[in-house]
């Protein structure tokens, strides 16, 4: 009896071994609580640098940025072709006013600032980069850019046979003055879509070279230039003659010769030297006497 006891005894332990080994391994399975890892989140404030504001639809909003910044800032509302008007921090305004124009409205109503910069369009012509008038120049002339003219005598009463004669030659009429077969747009101002003013020049005109705000057409003539320079009411034409030659040929006369021979010892090439001609009154050098 002793002996089965042992045996059952023996079978318990062996059960609750492995009741308790298998309650081991459950817990060892089964996985615990998801811990998240502590993580840093940037603040957005931190992150962005503030965009300080220089400019303001109206005035009052200009105020509260002014103040809040140090700085002033621009009110867009009092903006004009010549001046700005700034809010300083402490409140008060600030215009700055400007004796030419400084901005303009563009075809979609924005404010552009002026810029007198000649720059090259891409149809060959030339342009200011930003003109309330918008500046425009020629490139060189070729073809199109050259127009047929002539132009008609004004008549009296007294030279009519004249005046028909005269009108078989030249039956067109020339709207800007000029007197030249071939005329080319020089430059051309608008201030609106269906108005605008031309300066013409009486020939062709060579490629211009650029530089500033000036448009420079070189050798247009024998010696000379022609410069326009962009200016903020409109433009300044000069014509520049750079040789004599172009002087000469823009007074009508015949330009200076100037003898490039050297010379020898202090006469001139060729061995030629200066002498007096012979006393008119009979006397001779030779001698100082008097013929008779």
Known sequence: MLGSWSQSLARQFVRWLIVGVSTVLLIALVPGPAVASPTVVESPVASAKAVPVVLAPDVVSAQVAARAQGVRVEVEDLRDEFSSTWVNPDGTLTTDAHGGQIRFRDLEGEWTDVDLTAKAASDGSVRAAAHPLGLSLAGESKGAKVREVAFEFESDSTSKKSKKSDDKKSSLKVTDGRRSRSVSDLVAVSQSSDSAVVLSWPGLLPAPTLKGVETRYPQVSVGTDVVVSNLRSGFRFDVQVMTEEGRAA??????????????????????????????????????GSSDG
């Open 250 to 287: 823009a007074l009508g006369v015949k330009p200076a010769v100037v003898d490039d021979q050297p010379e020898t010892d202090g006469e001139p090439a060729g061995g030629e030297t200066d002498r007096e001609d012979p006393p008119s009154d009979g006397r001779s050098d030779s001698d």
